[in-house]
């Protein structure tokens, strides 16, 4: 099983890439990882931030591996403790198929993307710089795995 996380938008600052590669080494023999950059849709003025929105959900839907289980990342999502992200990553392997978890652009994912998504998550109420999303994900994900294999990564 592999973890897919697609997300919108390119070119990570340094600071970004190298704490995502680390957790994404780390995750290795657990969970292999790997990020899919979006284009993001053209913004600006005299464009239509609507059309913008529609164009990354057309290619983040066409990133998607083939019967994959599908998790948003939405503020309206569900959110969970570490310990219940672990008890949810476990429920995602017993399904015996790829993890997608996608990440939108600045106003959101497409309504398409909503829709073909299996379940959503929240990470928090609060509106989080979408380059750092990529980080705090790949850090639970490896907090979870870490978990589910008892080893002392996760302290609480």
């Known amino acids: 099983m592999k973890c897919r996380l697609i997300a919108t938008g390119e070119r990570a600052p340094a600071w970004v890439a190298q704490g995502f590669a680390e957790y994404q080494k780390r995750l290795s023999h657990w969970l292999p990882l790997e990020l899919v950059e979006i284009e993001p849709g053209l913004r600006g003025k005299g464009r239509d931030p609507q059309r913008a929105i529609e164009d990354e959900g057309k290619r983040v839907l066409a990133a998607l591996p083939k019967s994959a289980h599908i998790v948003a990342l939405e503020v309206t999502g569900k959110p969970y403790s570490s310990e219940q992200l ?46 750092l999303v990529r980080l705090v994900v790949a850090e639970q994900v490896y907090r979870a795995a870490a978990m589910l294999a008892n080893h002392p990564y996760h302290r609480a």
């Open 86 to 131: 672990a008890q949810r990553l476990q429920h995602w392997r017993t399904l015996g198929r790829d993890i997608a978890l996608l990440i939108g652009g600045p106003e959101g994912h497409a309504p398409d993307v909503v829709a073909a998504a299996h379940e959503k998550w929240s990470l928090s109420p609060l509106t989080l710089p979408h380059m």
